[in-house]
């Protein structure tokens, strides 16, 4: 069976679930009450789970100190209106080595651009492996120049244009949200409308989903189409969730 391996950066993303009964007296925001509080693997382990949950075996490549690194969202217990989210001051571990044997049918680098992996790295890996998929947080450059394909959303795209020619464009999944994404100037809408709950965690689903399908034979498009299947999924639930493959029809 094939195989994929995720490198990238990973932490815990906690959600704290309160409610909101008043108003502070003497500033004007809200009086959080804590109900409850969960937590998951998030980022790249969040990847490397959704595309486990796909089927799909595969292993990761991640900094030792995740567990330090959170993300904690307060969201209201009904309505998941989210107050504010707090970042620890916590850096990813950087990489040591990249290992010289990447024997995977596929490389998935899921860069949240938090120290773990710096451009260099991303460029030895794409000259190592002529299958890596890569989501990165980074401004696009020279050194993306190996990758197969390259997923990233709309902001990060305009944030990238003065360095993107025709053949970095060639390689561009391009997310836009509810309104699906864009690929060789080809658009694929989300084919039902979702009750989005929450997007936490939706892009680690795309990317899992586009290439567990893509490893299966290569073809993009029909690729493209399960990953938007699979991120408009996991946005019926609350927190960072993952892909649940019995209800992709």
Not at 53 to 73: E, F, Q, V, Y
Not at 102 to 110: E, G, K, R
Request: glycine share 6%; with cysteine; aromatic share 6%.
């Amino acid at each position: 069976m094939k195989k994929i391996l995720v490198i990238g950066d990973s932490c815990r993303d906690v959600f704290v679930r309160c409610n909101a009964p008043r108003l502070c007296p003497d500033v004007p925001v809200p009086v959080l009450n804590i109900i409850n509080q969960t937590e998951n693997e998030g980022m790249a382990l969040n990847v490397q789970a959704n595309i486990l949950a796909l089927g799909c075996p595969c292993d990761i490549l991640t900094n030792s100190n995740w567990h330090l690194m959170t993300k904690t969202r307060y969201v209201h217990a009904t309505s998941n209106h989210a107050f504010f989210r707090v970042d620890s001051p916590v850096s990813a571990e950087r990489l040591a080595k990249v290992p010289r044997n990447l024997n995977y049918d596929m490389i998935v680098i899921s860069d949240y651009n938090k120290g773990f992996l710096h451009e260099e790295d991303i460029s030895l890996i794409c000259s190592m492996h002529d299958n890596v998929f890569v989501d990165t947080k980074k401004r696009l450059g020279p050194w993306i120049r190996g990758a197969r394909c390259i997923k990233i959303n709309n902001s990060e795209y305009e944030a990238s244009l003065p360095w993107i020619d025709s053949d970095l464009k060639d390689k561009i999944v391009r997310t836009m949200g509810n309104q699906g994404c864009e690929h060789r100037g080809v658009f694929y809408p989300v084919q039902e409308e979702a009750d989005v709950r929450d997007v936490s965690g939706a892009g680690d689903t795309f990317l899992a989903g586009l290439c567990v399908r893509c490893l299966q034979d290569g073809d993009m498009e029909a690729a493209i189409r399960f990953a938007n299947k699979c991120a408009s999924l996991v946005v019926r639930h609350r927190g960072v969730t993952v892909v649940d493959p019995k209800e992709i029809n």
